[in-house]
C-alpha cells in the first residue's frame, strides 16, 4: 500500500463531492461539496495542494453490465480537464458502480433527508469511491482504475 493522502471525487452535474484519506490510506473522510461551475477546477487544485495529495481519484459512473454511457464520458471529460489542473498530481479513474446509492442509502439510516442532505450525499459518494479504491489497493497491492494522462490541447 503506498503511503500519502489521496482525495476522492464524485463528480455531478451540480455538486462536486469531495473526500480524502489519512496518509496511511487506511479510511476516507468528507472534505467538502463544490459547485459545479466557474472555479470548481481551481478549488479541486486548492484541496489536492492543501492535503499534500499524491493522487486524486475520480469516480467513473459505470453502468450494472459494466459498460460506459453519457455520465461516463462527461466523468472522462471532466477528469482530463481536472488532470491538466492539478498535474503533476495524477488523475485515476476508478468504477464507482452504485456509490451515490450506498451513500444515500447510508445517509437515510442516519436520518438525513435526501433533499436536505445532497450536498453529504455527495460528500458520502466521494468517500465511498475513495473507499473501495483503499480497499481494492490494499487487498490486490495494485492502485485501482485508470490514470488519465495528460494531453496538450
Do not use: N, W
Not at 490510506?25 to 478549488?43: Q, S
Not at 452504485?98 to 447510508?106: E, I, M, P, Q, Y
Not at 433533499?115 to 490494499?138: K, N, S, T, Y
Amino acid at each position: 500500500m503506498r503511503r500519502g493522502v489521496r482525495l476522492g471525487v464524485d463528480v455531478g452535474t451540480v455538486r462536486i463531492g469531495v473526500a480524502s484519506c489519512d496518509r496511511d490510506g487506511l479510511i476516507a473522510t468528507p472534505v467538502e461539496t463544490v459547485r459545479r461551475g466557474k472555479g470548481d477546477l481551481r478549488r479541486i487544485r486548492d484541496l489536492a495542494l492543501e492535503y499534500d495529495a499524491i493522487e486524486v481519484v475520480l469516480g467513473l459512473p459505470r453502468s450494472l453490465d459494466g459498460k460506459e454511457h453519457a455520465a461516463a464520458a462527461h466523468a472522462r471529460a471532466f477528469g482530463a480537464d481536472l488532470a491538466r489542473y492539478v498535474a503533476p498530481c495524477p488523475v485515476r479513474l476508478v468504477d464507482e458502480r452504485l456509490s451515490t446509492t450506498v451513500a444515500a442509502r447510508g445517509m437515510r439510516a442516519s436520518g438525513v433527508s435526501s433533499r436536505a442532505g445532497r450536498p453529504a450525499i455527495d460528500q458520502a459518494a466521494a468517500m465511498v469511491i475513495l473507499q473501495d479504491a483503499l480497499d481494492a489497493e490494499r487487498t490486490t497491492g495494485e492502485p485501482p482504475g485508470e490514470v488519465l494522462t495528460v494531453t496538450d490541447e
